[in-house]
């Protein structure tokens, strides 16, 4: 299994851009999460998708921000414009929920950086 | 609301010393609990998790936490720390209700020099 796949793995943008985060789950796994990483904030869950739908989005900081999953095997992350307090690395996770001791596994993580 | 609080900002230690990080967490029902590691560039793994049974939990590379319900906390522990465990830590908690989303800590850098 190829892991949870996220692109790109850096990001550099100047503010004001357009920024999308992608993210590829483990295959069958039904539930997605979209985390956040900051120094001064840790890791902060921004949403959560289960079967494609949003359950949870009360982590997302603004309108500036929105997540779609089209199908089962990919998501997006969407910051428009962007804004230099939104640097941070970005992870995406993927868990089977019918497997209950199943752990959340994690993608490499976009590094975003808005100038 | 869950919240996760690790007490440690920053442990450094000197190698085969002993480690312990703090992990107290709240929430009202039951929960399960994780540590993960994060190494320098790579992502979070998974070190140990407690979901029932016996409150004291091993998982790789000689990590363990015990879970004290009664102090709502999760410590981990680790006899005799190598410098390869340079790392952030991070404690995290869910419901027990399966597919709800781990609520993590802030994390603690620790630095074990040789």
């Known amino acids: 299994d190829a892991g949870v796949i996220q692109s790109p793995r850096h990001e550099v943008t100047e503010m004001g851009q357009e920024v999308t985060l992608r993210c590829k789950p483990i295959s069958g796994h039904d539930y997605l999460f979209w985390y956040r990483q900051t120094m001064m904030r840790g890791l902060e869950l921004l949403i959560y998708?289960?079967?494609?739908?949003?359950?949870?989005d009360s982590g997302m900081p603004e309108d500036r921000f929105s997540a779609k999953m089209p199908n089962a095997s990919f998501s997006t992350l969407k910051i428009q414009p962007s804004e230099p307090r939104d640097s941070a690395v970005y992870f995406c996770?993927?868990?089977?929920?019918?497997?209950?001791?199943?752990?959340?596994?994690f993608g490499n993580g976009t590094r975003l950086t808005v100038t | 609301a869950q919240s996760v609080s690790q007490h440690n900002h920053h442990v450094i230690l000197s190698e085969a010393a002993s480690l312990e990080l703090g992990c107290n967490y709240s929430y009202g029902g039951t929960v399960n609990l994780f540590w993960y590691v994060q190494y320098p560039g790579q992502h979070l793994q998974l070190l140990l998790k407690?979901?029932?049974?016996?409150?004291l939990v091993k998982g790789i590379k000689g990590f363990e936490a015990e879970f004290i319900k009664s102090k709502f906390s999760f410590n981990l522990r680790k006899p005799s720390v190598q410098w390869s465990d340079t790392a952030e830590y991070f404690c995290?908690?869910?419901?027990?209700?399966?597919?709800?989303?781990?609520?993590f800590g802030k994390g603690t850098t620790l630095s074990v020099s040789s």
């Open positions: 995290a908690v869910r419901s027990n209700q399966a597919g709800t989303a781990l609520i």
């Open positions: 996770a993927s868990s089977l929920a019918a497997n209950y001791n199943s752990p959340l596994h």
């Open positions: 407690y979901f029932s049974g016996d409150p």
């Open positions: 998708f289960n079967n494609n739908v949003p359950i949870d």
